[in-house]
């Protein structure tokens, strides 16, 4: 914390001979002179990564080194009068809360750092009532770029665009061990417009990503996301269109809608709560949205979980057009797929058709459910997804299936949940089994 309590000084300059700010002991004194501006000009390392921690009067600094990778954690936190910071080109990384709290930073030149391979946890972190209304646009032009961690741009409320994040593969990871949150990376970026994030290899968008993201018109996603994370794109309200794409730079879903790529399982609870705003959107929903299976800790046993694959408010307060199909036969356990609140926008006169599986009924006795959908029984489909002639070739007894050979488990649409050789537990929902000779169905 080299220059802590420094509120004199307003620039610092570093020479070509800094190796570089990193965490250990502090070599340089608080220095509390009256100068307002210092040059360093006889200094080889500066240890104590917090070097400038909550310096409330330095307004610039210049690292002229052309040697220095790493920015240490927390070197800039707390610095409310930053408004400038000049970095050489060879820095590699951007540490834990490097700028947290720097509420006037309108400056950092990010496009020269052409080595940049991770932006740290809170990195640009700032509080919700007190964010940075001075940084308006940062551009990356490092093809290493691949990691942004856990709330590392949330509030900064003048941002309106953030490029060159193509090559990025995580966002809203934690860079250090501890007990970190996942998400809010981009969270209450209120004038982010414009973000592309084609090449995450993460299959679960971390919860919060672009939570309160107001004027969020366009965004690009990879078409392999298979989760969509608690409150990820609440309050987007202008969001009318997500651009999923394939590994060919293609969007795979109709710009018509706001849609969800096939292979998608999951959209988190308040997920797209308050989306549009009263304006209508037009869903179009995967066939692969299915409630979580998981075995019992306990005995074994497949069961559906308490995840649904739409969970509690989803959509909460959308105002869905009338084109939209809710997604209904892809669903196919007794057990709810969709939360009874994630539609609730949806009462009286604006029901919405949704086809249940026959038999199901008493599972949607909730006054939502009443209140949201008009429910419409329908037969299970999907069994002759399961090719096999009826003979009597499987014994049932104490929660297994027996039979000679490799046994299969279906949902009575056809998705396989479990398999075994020459016995499989059975799910603790209704079923299919078959060993490719007979099918069973478990009830």
Partial sequence: MAFRQCNNITKVT?????KGITTGKTTIADIKGSSDELTIDQLAVVEGSAIFFNNTGVQEVVFQD??????????????????KVTLPVTVTEIGLGTFAGCVK?????????????????????????????????????????TSIGVSAFYANNALTSITGLEHVTEIGVATVSGDYNSGY???????????????????????????????????????TI?????????CTYRLSHIKWINAS???????????????????????????????????????????????????????ASSTYAIDEYAFDQVE???????????????????????????TGANRRPLDIPEGSLANYTG????????????????????????????????GMAVAEGTLNVYTFDGRLVATGEGSVKLPGFPCIVTDGVTIVKVK
């Fill in 14 to 18: 570093f020479p070509k001979t800094i």
């Fill in 66 to 83: 052309e040697n220095l990778t790493s920015v240490g954690n927390g070197a800039f936190a707390g610095c409310t009068s930053l408004q």
């Fill in 105 to 145: 930073l309108a400056s950092v030149n990010t496009e020269d750092l052409t080595s940049l391979k991770s932006i740290g946890a809170y990195a640009f972190h700032c509080k919700l009532n007190d964010g940075n209304k001075a940084l308006k646009s940062l551009a990356f032009k490092s093809d290493d770029l």
């Fill in 185 to 223: 990376t981009f969270a209450n970026c209120w004038n982010l417009n414009n973000i592309s994030l084609p090449a995450l290899t993460q299959t679960a968008l971390p919860q919060y990503s672009f939570s309160m993201c107001n004027y969020l018109t366009n965004i690009k996603l990879p078409a």
């Fill in 226 to 234: 298979t989760e969509i994370g608690e409150r990820a794109f609440n």
């Fill in 249 to 303: 730079g293609e969007d795979m879903t109709d710009s018509r809608f706001l849609a969800f790529p096939e292979g998608l399982t999951y959209i988190g609870k308040y997920a797209f709560h308050l989306n549009g705003n009263g304006n209508s959107r037009a869903l179009n929903f995967p066939s692969t949205l299915t409630p979580k299976i998981a075995a019992s800790s306990t005995d074994g046993v497949m069961r």
């Fill in 320 to 346: 869905i057009d009338a084109s939209t199909e809710l997604p209904n036969r892809s669903f196919s356990t007794l057990a709810p797929a969709i939360a009874e609140t994630a539609f609730k926008q949806y």
């Fill in 367 to 398: 006054t939502y459910w009443a209140n949201t959908f008009l429910l419409e029984e329908s037969p299970l489909t999907g069994v002759d997804n399961v090719k096999a002639e009826l003979q009597n070739t499987i014994e049932i007894k104490g």
